[in-house]
């Protein structure tokens, strides 16, 4: 489902498009599921159209004052458990939302989480201090270099050539 999906969204649409597209925190830690929602985050890079990448820590563990969110980069929480963060599923849909309509978060990769403090209004300024995928990486920028392409199956090397020769 997160590679399928992604890859049966990408053969009908039409450039232009904006894409927004939620993953995990952690998703370079290998593990079966995550290497399917890298692998699906690398289609979106692959395609070269605009595009945020959010990857949200734990779903609803918010504490009642955790309402400032932090944009992280470099996928370095790999505890698969609450300490990696944690992000309301509101606040999910603020972030991914606000996505489609900033130039600021275009081309951007992050892991999203909540933190104490009041909520931003603005989302912008935390879009701005984001560095942003290189042209033609697969992967995110600050991300392990740990999924070799070599090392994936002739079925998805093949899919990755299909979506950039498409778009």
Do not use: C
């Amino acid at each position: 489902m997160d590679y399928g999906a992604v890859r049966n969204v990408l053969s009908v649409l039409e450039a232009p498009a904006r894409i927004a597209l939620m993953t995990a925190i952690g998703v370079t830690k290998h593990t079966p599921g995550h290497d399917w929602k890298r692998r699906g985050e690398r289609l979106v890079r692959a395609s070269g159209m605009p595009n945020t990448i959010v990857r949200p820590g734990w779903f609803d563990y918010n504490g009642a004052d955790q309402h400032r969110l932090v944009m992280l980069q470099g996928d370095t929480r790999w505890a698969s458990d609450p300490s990696d963060g944690v992000v309301s599923r509101a606040q999910i849909a603020q972030v991914l939302v606000a996505s489609l309509t900033s130039d600021a978060a275009d081309h951007k990769t992050l892991e999203l989480v909540a933190e104490t403090g009041p909520a931003q209004t603005d989302l912008n300024p935390l879009f701005d201090g984001l560095q942003a995928d290189r042209a033609g990486a697969l992967d995110a920028v600050l991300d392990r270099d740990n999924m070799p392409l070599d090392h994936e199956p002739a079925g998805v090397v093949a899919e990755l050539d299909a979506v950039r020769r498409r778009f």
